[in-house]
């Protein structure tokens, strides 16, 4: 049952249900959401009412059934996103969809959807949208006039090879557009699915156009099967840069995030794996808990490391000036502080060690080709 009744005119409940939300223990049993991320719903911070979940003695654990993921699409207007960010290495990007099915509890793009009507928490995972016509709307936007080119970021918030890619194949597409017009793209993901798209990103990567960066948080497979449920399993990211930099697709590994007292002690042993398979480059992020996720997270320590939370939340506020997330440009993805600098240092020795490139590889964007788009007028010379 559910107290509460949300009022109306909220787009994204409308559209799937409302679902039963409550934190620190979901009213769906550990058998119902097996296979996800987040271990409660909460409601968004922009809902004028929220539910509060009790057992009213109706229904039983054998009557929930297991969450099923939903997918809509969504009518984007525009498909590259702007940022003025000085930490980001990048003016632009590319989200192909909505909230993410491989459900990592930590992705510090969960609390977006609240923007529309939906829980960082399960819905996040579970409700997801899909920009069906994003090959178009990037045609049209590369084509306009006055554009000037410069890496487009694809994936930033969600990955771009999340299981439902297989159905819609919206990221291949959009990287047919950028092959046709020669502009460069950094590809971030966690998925091997990007090999699929070899035949595309080699020519691409000979022209100096694109490079991958592969997420690969830990090689425990029983540690990634708990914090990230649904994405592919560290050998098999693992294999993928393998065949990425065998194609010659320069490929960096990222150690993203770094979370205290869990995987911390992996730093040097993901990235001589990921060396060994051809990674070029390393960075790392510290884990970052803005607005929600700072009660997820906890929630999720709470039912699968409650030993450890109270330890590596100290740690995280340690890092973060005494506060769940500290948003300072600069400082908002590696963190301050003794244990900070330390990760850091350890990072940088690994780096060295394993012979990593020290200087982040530039892509070319001397080659754009306006005159690609469908219909477009061809250069006299």
């Not at 799937?16 to 409660?40: C, I, V």
């Not at 649904?230 to 990222?254: K, N, T, W």
């Not at 009660?295 to 340690?318: C, I, K, T």
Request: hydrophobic share 40%; net charge positive.
């Amino acid at each position: 049952m559910v107290r509460a009744v949300k009022a109306a005119g909220d787009e994204g409940d409308e559209a799937f249900g409302a679902p039963d939300r409550r934190l620190g223990g979901s009213t769906l049993s550990a058998d119902a959401r097996k296979g996800r991320g987040a271990t409660a719903n909460p409601c968004g911070r922009y809902e004028p009412a929220r539910r509060e979940a009790f057992d009213d003695g109706w229904v039983s654990d054998d009557a929930a059934q297991r969450l099923r993921t939903e997918d809509r699409p969504e009518h984007a207007r525009t498909i590259l996103t702007r940022n003025t960010s000085p930490d980001l290495p990048f003016d632009r990007s590319i989200n192909p969809y909505r909230g993410c099915e491989h459900g990592c509890v930590y992705c510090f793009a969960r609390p977006n959807h609240a923007y529309v009507g939906l829980s960082p928490g399960l819905d996040f995972e579970t409700k997801l949208f899909h920009k069906a016509h994003a090959a178009e709307l990037l045609e049209r936007e590369l084509s306009a006039k006055g554009y000037l080119p410069q890496t487009i970021a694809l994936g930033t918030a969600t990955d771009p090879y999340q299981p439902i890619e297989r159905d819609h194949g919206i990221t291949r597409a959009v990287l047919g557009v950028l092959a046709r017009f020669r502009h460069p793209v950094g590809i971030v993901t966690k998925s091997n699915l990007v090999a699929r798209d070899i035949d595309i990103l080699a020519p691409m990567a000979e022209l100096g156009l694109v490079k991958v960066a592969m997420s690969v948080t830990t090689l425990d497979p029983v540690l990634a099967r708990r914090m990230e449920p649904r994405a592919p399993h560290p050998d098999r990211r693992l294999e993928a840069i393998r065949q990425l930099s065998r194609a010659g697709i320069p490929v960096m590994v990222m150690m993203a995030p770094v979370i205290p007292s869990l995987n911390d002690h992996e730093i040097e042993a993901v990235l001589e794996r990921a060396r060994e398979c051809g990674a070029v480059e390393a960075r790392h992020v510290l884990l970052r808990l803005p607005l929600e996720l700072d009660d997820l997270v906890n929630d999720w320590f709470a039912e699968h490391y409650p030993g450890r939370r109270r330890h590596v939340m100290s740690l995280v506020r340690e890092a973060r000036g005494g506060k769940a997330y500290d948003a300072t440009f600069g400082r908002r993805m590696t963190g301050s502080g003794a244990y900070a600098d330390l990760i850091g240092q350890r990072m940088r020795l690994a780096k060295q060690r394993f012979g990593y490139a020290d200087a982040r590889i530039s892509l070319r964007t001397d080659l754009f080709d306006p005159t690609a788009a469908s219909g477009a007028q061809l250069r006299l010379l």
